[in-house]
């Protein structure tokens, strides 16, 4: 029998099932299916234009899909009705590329947005919560009052975080979290990441071309391409695969720059 912790580490959290998406004439992905588990991190990589935003979309149900389902937490999303798509929504935090912070809204007003949209919940405990999710990502308490225009990229994507996690999700999809941070701040930006999965539990699916958050912070990699997840697996899984393209990406000039394959034997 299994044991419960191994029952809840493989206990599926997002299953997409069998997924096409065209628009018009084009098909975009085409029998694609993907698991993600509770408590992983799941990095999803291909080459641009394969198909990751497409795919990040219809999952949250922005983009229809001409056949296939997704399940999350177990539930066929287009079986439930409004009333329990919205509680499955709540249970859903996102990060979109470049941040998409509210300009005209302090970064506090931006944490309490979704707050808004879904909660009915008194000023003074929203602005508690809000300053909550703001120490969490490691913002200092003065960037709450501060508008996007005034910080950093690492601090916008901080806030964007603090915002994704908000009602506190069981699930986060970050696309591409760390495209325009210097090295260091990606770094920290996975430490982040690392540590909020360790205490919260969170599972993450991080779409991302970044071989140093594949590396360092993700538990399973997904490589998309023909329309579909061609490799799954580890990022040791990665090394030794000889599918060309995950080849020239995990073992060409940029991984051999990172010394990928020495720094997994270290
Ligand atoms: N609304 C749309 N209408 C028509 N075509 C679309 C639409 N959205 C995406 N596409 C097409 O789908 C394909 C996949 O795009 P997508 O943005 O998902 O790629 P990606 O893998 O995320 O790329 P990148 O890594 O560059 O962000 C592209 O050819 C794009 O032109």
Known sequence: MQSHQAQIQSEIVLSARDITVAFGPKTVLENLSLNVRRGEILGFVGASGSGKSVLLRTVLGLTPKRSGAIFLFGDDVDSLSDAQRMRIDMRLGVLFQHGALFSALSVLENVQVPMRE??????????????????????PADAAYKFP????????KRAALA????????IVFLDEPTSGLD????????????????????????VTHDLDSLFTACDRIAVLGKK???????????????????????????????????RIQR
């Open 118 to 139: 879904y909660l009915d919940l008194p000023k003074k405990l929203m602005n508690e919560l809000a300053m909550l999710k703001i120490e969490l990502v490691g913002l």
């Open 149 to 156: 225009s005034e910080l950093s990229g690492g601090m916008i």
């Open 163 to 170: 915002r994704a996690l908000a009602l506190d999700p069981d």
């Open 183 to 206: 090295p260091i701040g990606a770094a920290e930006f996975d430490e982040l990441v690392i540590k909020l999965r360790d205490t919260m539990g969170l599972s993450v699916y991080m």
């Open 228 to 262: 579909r997840v061609i490799v799954e697996g580890t990022i040791e899984d990665m090394l030794k695969c000889e599918e060309p393209w995950v080849k020239s990406y995990f073992r060409g000039k940029r991984a051999r720059q990172l010394d990928l394959k020495g």
